[in-house]
């Protein structure tokens, strides 16, 4: 089951204050766009594949006074709309400078997919990648200077798509002339910091709304364990207690607590001090609500699962049980896993080239120990495999 709200949205993002200088400031709305198609090749660098797809893209030409700069938004893991709809900034600066702006979408996600239907056969995946974005990328650009009297280009980006502008930059300095890569985590997927770094993050964000947070939720993992230690009678509490759908089973233990885990780090990416949709419908400052949740609930297991829930609930949801297998998919991205088709995309770039060897220790962090290195896991139906 995907939540309504899911459906079109980012299959994930993997840092903790999601592009924060591209949100906008006070949650308005953005201006209407133009959607169009441009014409890509779907093997950039194999001419012997003459294999061409539509690649959309959304125009904003309100502010554009027949010349000036073009603002151009580098689509990442998602339909593009999720990022128009949640880059404010980006619209803030295009009318102080008269620009046009492009979001452009992510080949394999949304509505640009080379091959319909077809698209995520394992025989067609092999041109998802990072390479073959950014020259759909590049020759949209010249498409678009063809088109209209640009002066520069500047590259924007979230997450994902702050490590494409940056990267875009580096590789078409010809077509981009400064990127504003916002919480573009290159460094983790270089396997340049710590491992336990991003749920050090995590677990941060919720000690600095309340020192006791933290403590909550480790005694509630503790509890977990060793409830389902006791076997079936364990089991039944933690079901109560969370208020699942189906009888927790022995086997789906550390898929509880990676359905929690997915949760918190959701709702510290995406914590805005106004309301937004962007991957849940979520109130302002979510993570003060689910700390609140759990500093509430005098039984630390109900609190935990609160506190979990606001994420697959939203605000005023109206589920009276958690269905824990549809609502969190384990797969390749240790810090967060969406559902429906994107994430089926972006399963596939964590498992080739954009790994994230993410762990926890429950020491620096909040979350019962893992070791998650650079070997992925791939969704249940090993679809990549």
Request: charged share 15%; with cysteine.
């Amino acid at each position: 089951m995907v939540r309504a709200w899911e459906r079109g949205k980012p299959a994930t993002m993997f840092v903790v204050l999601l592009a924060v200088v591209l949100a906008e400031v006070h949650g308005g709305t953005p201006p209407p766009y133009k959607e169009y198609y441009m014409q890509q090749t779907v093997d950039h660098f194999n001419y012997q594949n003459q294999d061409v797809f539509g690649e959309r893209y959304l125009l904003v030409d309100q502010y554009f006074k027949g010349t000036g700069p073009l603002f151009f938004y580098t689509g990442n893991e998602g339909a593009i709309e999720g990022f128009y709809d949640n880059s404010g900034f980006v619209f803030e600066l295009a009318s102080d400078f008269n620009a046009l702006v492009v979001f452009a979408e992510h080949r394999y996600y949304g509505k640009s997919l080379p091959y319909g239907q077809s698209t995520f056969e394992p025989k067609n995946m092999g041109y998802l990648s990072v390479a073959q974005a950014l020259a759909d990328y590049s020759v949209l650009i010249a498409n678009l200077r063809s088109q209209y009297d640009i002066s520069r280009v500047i590259a924007f980006g979230g997450s994902y798509g702050g490590m494409l502008s940056a990267w875009f930059r580096f590789k078409y300095p010809n077509a981009v002339d400064g990127a504003l890569a916002a919480s573009a985590p290159i460094f983790i997927v270089d396997n340049l910091v710590d491992p336990t770094a991003f749920f050090g993050v995590v677990t941060q964000d919720y000690e600095s709304v309340d020192a006791r947070c933290p403590v909550y939720v480790r005694n509630a993992f503790s509890q977990i364990l060793s409830l389902a230690q006791q076997g079936a009678s364990g089991l039944q509490t933690i079901t109560k207690q969370f208020l699942l759908c189906d009888e927790l089973t022995a086997d789906k233990v550390n898929h509880l607590i990676g359905w929690v885990r997915n949760s918190f780090t959701s709702l510290a990416m995406v914590d805005y001090p106004y309301a937004a949709s962007f991957l849940a419908p979520l109130p302002a400052y979510p993570v003060n609500v689910s700390c609140n949740y759990l500093l509430s609930e005098p039984n630390p297991l109900r609190g935990l699962a609160l506190a979990a829930g606001l994420f697959y609930n939203g605000t005023g949801g109206t589920l009276k049980c958690f269905n824990i297998t549809d609502e969190f998919i384990e797969c390749a991205d240790p810090t967060g896993c969406g559902l429906g088709p994107d994430s089926l995309s972006w399963d596939y770039q964590a498992c080739t080239e954009l790994t994230l060897p993410c762990s926890t220790n429950n020491i620096t962090d909040m979350f019962p120990p893992t070791v998650l290195t650079q070997v992925p896991t791939v969704r249940p139906n090993g679809v990549w495999k």
